[in-house]
């Protein structure tokens, strides 16, 4: 069982920056694909990014593309996701996701975080 705990949230002003991080314990976490999600209340969540098992490949939701960076430290069991120049609209509540699969879709993840929010004001 893996375990994931986001960290980072809060409120920033647009245009500024935020880091968020994801502590993985419990399981192999170089045995994983690694994405984050986000979420509106009422609404599915939406994928942002996602990083290979070594942290060689790299994917992005277009919304996000040339902002957000997702990186992953294997050696700490962590996942990041530098987000830059932010705008009112990335305002969501934000999961890590663990895949033993591929993991693309919310449904291809094994295991997911409690979440961290996100508010950007305008």
């Known amino acids: 069982q893996v375990q994931l705990v986001e960290s980072g949230g809060g409120l920033v002003q647009a245009g500024g920056s935020l880091r968020l991080s994801c502590a993985a314990s419990g399981g192999t976490f170089s045995s994983y694909a690694m994405a984050w999600f986000r979420q509106a209340p009422g609404n599915e969540r939406e994928f942002v990014a996602r990083?290979?098992?070594?942290?060689?490949?790299?994917y992005y939701a277009d919304s996000v593309k040339g902002r957000f960076t997702i990186s992953r430290d294997n050696a700490k069991n962590t996942v990041y996701l530098q987000m830059h120049t932010l705008k009112p609209e990335d305002t969501f509540v934000y999961y890590c996701?663990?895949?033993?699969?591929?993991?693309?879709?919310?449904?291809?993840?094994?295991?997911w975080g409690q979440g961290t929010q996100v508010t950007v004001s305008s």
């Open positions: 990083i290979s098992r070594s942290g060689g490949s790299t």
């Open positions: 996701a663990a895949a033993r699969g591929y993991g693309l879709v919310p449904g291809e993840f094994d295991y």
